[in-house]
């Protein structure tokens, strides 16, 4: 599904990212021309979830409060309506209010399977129509495939994320630790935080996609980027020795306190505390994190400034490669279909995403989706390195969640849960996500 093509696609995403020249339109257009537009004088009221609270994502809630206000005075006979939620909050209520058919005009959805069932239920409208517009060719190469199902596109694609190990400078420093670039390494610099009574890795896996994150990078670096998505798409099987191989790892990391204190029944938010107040040293997350270690004022600059990163170590004698990550296309907005302000929500899209690009990278230190100049921007060098890296990225392999169908993806999650709650063995493990994928829903 998302193997060797999305590999060679997203790279050429990340090399398109980076020299990107093209920008933004014109600040002072109006960006809802292709998209009908509001109609004069008309009241209208726009419904928009979405899953950037005040608090964890302070710079995007910012971002998204100064576009909203900006589109309201440039259109005063709209008003846009919000409602955030946190990550799984809003997984949550979408699965309710699809269930119901009461989506909100606009809202956040993920790529690929995630996608999927929300399209086979006719909940979300095309958007082809925006991409011929104000937004045509402002779009990195892959993105928006990433949302498109039988040559339709559903959502409008707004980040593009890979997914580093954050750690604690001033933490390894005091116990004289170099960044690990092997496995071992890795260990044995767990071992050393461990023994000195510090946490090595922040983790809320209650959440459980958190925990996927550990063992998609264990599977790439052991059994490969090919075994991998081989198995996810079903050509090949999760029995494969290194994908076994890789959740035994994960156990082993269990089994060694690599994780913080009660790291199943905490929230990725409870667990990502732990890095932030400096009890764990470690923190393995997505990209859409940078804000909080630049330009996120309520955290602390001491702390924002012995943040660094490392990539995911090689594992000695495996098939994988330093240089490959797990990423893709983040978050997108969709236009419900059965939306009352149905070409309005999409004039909003419309002006939201071109918005979004410089001011997300600017404001809140944001990988964008579209294209922006970042030559010219005064950026933190935590943002320009990792930029850099997603720029030489050999493959780039998509969140096991978000490519594998609704019901296999449930199913790899609670096996995740249970894998590092050694509720399962690794056989079992990969015996239930062969049959899941081969349900193929």
Same mark, same amino acid.
């Given at each position: 599904m998302f193997g060797k093509k999305w590999g060679v696609l997203l790279l050429t995403l990340c090399v398109a990212l980076f020299a990107a020249g093209c920008g933004q339109k014109d600040e002072g257009s109006n960006a809802s021309s292709s998209a009908g537009g509001d109609k004069a004088g008309e009241k209208v009221t726009i419904k928009f979830m979405h899953l950037w609270p005040e608090g964890v994502s302070a710079g995007q809630n910012k971002i998204v409060n100064q576009i909203i206000n900006d589109y309201q005075k440039e259109h005063p006979n709209v008003t846009i309506k919000q409602e955030v939620l946190d990550n799984e909050q809003y997984k949550n209520k979408l699965k309710v209010l699809s269930a119901s058919n009461e989506l909100p005009d606009v809202g956040v959805t993920w790529a690929a399977g995630f996608l999927k069932p929300y399209v086979e239920g006719n909940l979300f409208a095309p958007v082809d129509d925006l991409l011929s517009g104000e937004l045509k060719d402002k779009f990195v190469a892959g993105t928006t495939?990433?949302?498109?199902?039988?040559?339709?596109?559903?959502?409008?694609?707004?980040?593009?994320?890979?997914?580093?190990? #954050? =750690?604690?400078?001033?933490?390894?420093?005091? #116990?004289?630790?170099?960044?690990?670039?092997? #496995?071992?390494?890795?260990?044995?610099?767990?071992?050393?935080?461990?023994?000195? !009574?510090?946490?090595?890795?922040?983790?809320?896996?209650?959440?459980?996609?958190? !925990?996927?994150?550990? =063992?998609? =990078?264990?599977?790439?670096?052991?059994? !490969?980027?090919?075994a991998l998505a081989d198995a996810i798409a079903g050509s090949g099987s999760f029995k494969d020795p290194g994908l076994v191989q890789a959740a035994k790892e994960v156990q082993s990391l269990v089994d060694s306190n690599a994780f913080i204190k009660g790291f199943n029944g905490l929230s990725n938010e409870e667990g990502k505390s732990e890095f932030l107040n400096g009890k764990a040293a470690m923190y393995l997350m997505g990209t859409w994190e940078l804000p909080n270690y630049t330009t996120n004022e309520e955290i602390p600059k001491e702390f924002r400034d012995n943040v660094g990163f490392f990539k995911f170590p090689t594992v000695e004698g495996g098939k994988g490669n330093i240089d490959s990550w797990v990423g893709g296309p983040g978050v997108g907005l969709f236009v419900s279909q059965n939306s009352e302000v149905k070409e309005e929500a999409k004039a909003f899209v419309e002006y939201f995403v071109t918005k979004w690009g410089e001011q997300s990278v600017t404001g809140a230190g944001v990988i964008p989706a579209t294209k922006v100049d970042t030559s010219s921007l005064d950026l933190p060098q935590l943002y320009i390195d990792l930029f850099n890296e997603m720029n030489k990225a050999s493959s780039i392999t998509l969140f096991a969640d978000v490519q594998m169908p609704a019901n296999a993806a449930e199913t790899h999650l609670n096996n995740i849960q249970a894998l590092f709650g050694k509720a399962v063995s690794p056989e079992q493990f990969s015996e239930e996500h062969d049959k899941a994928i081969a349900k193929g829903n």
């Open positions: 495939e990433a949302y498109a199902i039988d040559g339709k596109t559903y959502a409008l694609p707004l980040e593009f994320n890979i997914a580093p190990i #954050y =750690y604690n400078k001033a933490i390894f420093k005091k #116990y004289n630790l170099e960044v690990p670039q092997t #496995y071992e390494q890795f260990k044995a610099v767990s071992k050393t935080l461990s023994d000195n !009574g510090v946490a090595p890795i922040a983790l809320g896996n209650k959440d459980r996609w958190t !925990g996927s994150l550990w =063992y998609m =990078y264990l599977a790439d670096r052991i059994a !490969g980027q090919k």
